[in-house]
């Protein structure tokens, strides 16, 4: 089973004083995207910043950042944070830290030139569902392959009430494609493998009632990510959750027939700055009650890439391979 590998080096919040190796200009996100794509990532998603070091939606700034760091890359896939600042406190109506509107956030991403972009679902449609139906259209017809941020069961359950009706759709070609967020800042602590993986089975519960068939939909493709310093141990017990091949009579087997195979995770120090100590000392079997902690010595990573080896070898000794970049472009739908 093979796994496709994202990583987010720096995210919208964190500064120099959290961590010195932080990525925050351009010429340091095309040196860090060289790095991480040696170690085995396929995706970076990254965020710019301004003059004062600021999370900024500058499609100037993305476009200028896109033709310097795709050289050193490696052909791996760069997409662009759409992230309004705020996290939302609901469907519509949102106000909490807020500084990009849905049509700043949609300007953004159309202006710069991007080939693909993160969109949180529940920031987009905060001016209600004509405006996100119009987006997704839009991007749909340009060509953009789009990732859905879902922070919640609830808003997969609307997630999925959007896809069923329209609201949201795809590139022709593309693969859908979502990511369940648990957690919300990278500098949080422990987090314990019962609630992650009540968290990962609430989300993926509305997606498999849904007749992807009988819409002309493939089966999504999802990632998850996990904030604070117990990320790599979620993230492996994510990859360990992932359905059952075939001939698996396990209880999993029957949510695996419904679900894709082929996810991913996504690391970083967007979500966590510190280093794992040890591995994980246990490995999901059917259910996802098992138990996987894992202990931290609560240094700070060297390099976002240190990270992606970190992970690579601990997903290697329970039998997870990382996709290749042709796998993970074939599987998003971007050959």
């Not at 987010?8 to 500064?15: D, K, T, Y």
Request: aromatic share 6%; proline share 4%; charged share 20%.
């Amino acid at each position: 089973m093979s796994i496709i590998v994202s990583v987010a080096p720096n995210g919208g919040r964190l500064s120099k004083l959290d961590h010195p190796s932080l990525p925050l200009s351009i010429a340091e996100l095309a040196q860090e995207a060289r790095a991480c794509s040696a170690a085995g990532a396929r995706l970076m998603h990254f965020h710019v910043r301004g003059t004062r070091g600021e999370h900024s939606l500058d499609a100037g700034l993305y476009r200028e950042a896109l033709r310097e760091i795709e050289p050193h890359a490696g052909g791996m896939i760069l997409q662009i944070s759409s992230e309004s600042r705020g996290v939302g406190k609901s469907l519509v109506n949102s106000s909490d830290d807020v500084l990009y509107s849905p049509h700043q956030q949609a300007q953004c991403i159309f202006a710069s030139n991007c080939r693909a972009a993160s969109v949180s679902f529940r920031e987009i449609c905060s001016e209600g569902f004509a405006f996100a139906q119009s987006f997704y259209a839009e991007a749909a017809a340009r060509g953009i392959h789009l990732q859905h941020i879902l922070y919640s069961a609830s808003e997969a359950e609307s997630f999925q009430r959007a896809l069923s009706t329209g609201v949201v759709v795809n590139a022709s070609g593309h693969r859908l494609c979502v990511l369940f967020v648990f957690g919300r800042d990278a500098t949080c602590g422990a987090s314990d493998s019962a609630s992650f993986a009540a968290f990962i089975t609430s989300c993926l519960q509305p997606f498999e009632s849904l007749d992807y068939e009988s819409l002309g939909k493939t089966l999504p493709l999802w990632f998850s990510c996990a904030f604070g310093k117990q990320e790599q141990a979620r993230l492996l017990q994510a990859s360990l959750l992932q359905p059952s091949r075939k001939g698996d009579d396990s209880p999993r087997a029957e949510r695996g027939s419904r679900l894709s195979i082929e996810s991913g995770v996504r690391l970083g120090f967007e979500n966590n700055l510190y280093a794992p100590d040890g591995e994980p000392d246990g490995e999901l079997e059917g259910e996802p009650e098992g138990e996987l902690e894992g202990e931290l010595e609560g240094e700070l990573a060297e390099t976002n890439a240190a990270q992606v080896l970190s992970f690579a070898r601990t997903a290697e000794a329970h039998g997870i391979t990382l996709a290749t970049q042709e796998q993970t472009n074939a599987r998003l739908g971007l050959t």
